[in-house]
């Protein structure tokens, strides 16, 4: 079967990138999280913004979310 055999090079090919990957060190990991705790947090203010600035505008168009 076809699929079968694709299934199976898949996860052969996972397996692959696992045995390759190395664990990052501490400074590496420190700058992943900072990197990655700065993506969460411009996202959120992003967000935070937009909704704030949707319920202006509905609430100075006479709609107001309460």
């Known amino acids: 079967m076809p699929f079968t055999k694709t299934l199976k090079e898949a996860f052969e090919g996972m ?3 696992v045995d390759l990957a190395e664990k990052p060190d ?3 990991f420190k700058q992943i999280l900072k990197i990655t705790l700065l993506g969460f947090t411009l996202i959120g203010v ?3 913004a937009l909704s704030w600035l ?3 505008i509905l609430q100075i168009s006479g709609v107001g979310i309460t």
């Open 15 to 17: 397996r692959k990138i």
């Open 26 to 28: 501490a400074d590496d």
């Open 46 to 48: 992003a967000a935070f």
């Open 54 to 56: 949707i319920n202006f």
